[in-house]
Nanobody, 127 residues
């Protein structure tokens, strides 16, 4: 059974930091990619960041560039999202997602690109 389990969410003041972790089991996603999405109340799920399994290229949405960093530990089959300089608008449930393989035209910014999802972890940033 393939599973993604997120951890590390919580309540933090604006300007603070959190590190989210996503541990995978049952599949490595080494030939595909892993990503982070978030969903605020009443809003659609939006792309935050992604990292390719081969080559480790990273991608970010504009609103988090320079503040968030996605990384992975292949040995632990874990992907991380380091979030610095957090803002109240970063408040959302953060989801980890995995894609088993990539093609040349895979667009990792869209939820439909992923075949496995975690249950989500709440991040709340107070002003």
């Amino acid at each position: 059974q393939v599973q993604l389990v997120e951890s590390g969410g919580g309540l933090v003041q604006a300007g603070g930091s959190l590190r989210l972790s996503c541990a995978a089991s049952g599949r490595t996603f080494s030939a595909g990619a892993m990503g982070w999405f978030r969903q605020a109340p009443g809003k659609e799920r939006e792309f935050v960041a992604a990292i390719r399994g081969i080559g480790s290229s990273t991608f970010y949405t504009d609103s988090v560039k320079g503040r968030f960093t996605i990384s992975k530990d292949n040995a632990k089959i874990t992907v991380y999202l380091q979030m610095n300089s957090l803002k109240p608008e970063d408040t959302a449930v953060y989801f980890c997602a995995g894609r088993s393989s990539l093609s040349f035209n895979t667009d990792l910014r869209y939820p439909r690109a992923y075949d496995t999802w975690g249950q989500g972890t709440q991040v709340t940033v107070s002003s």
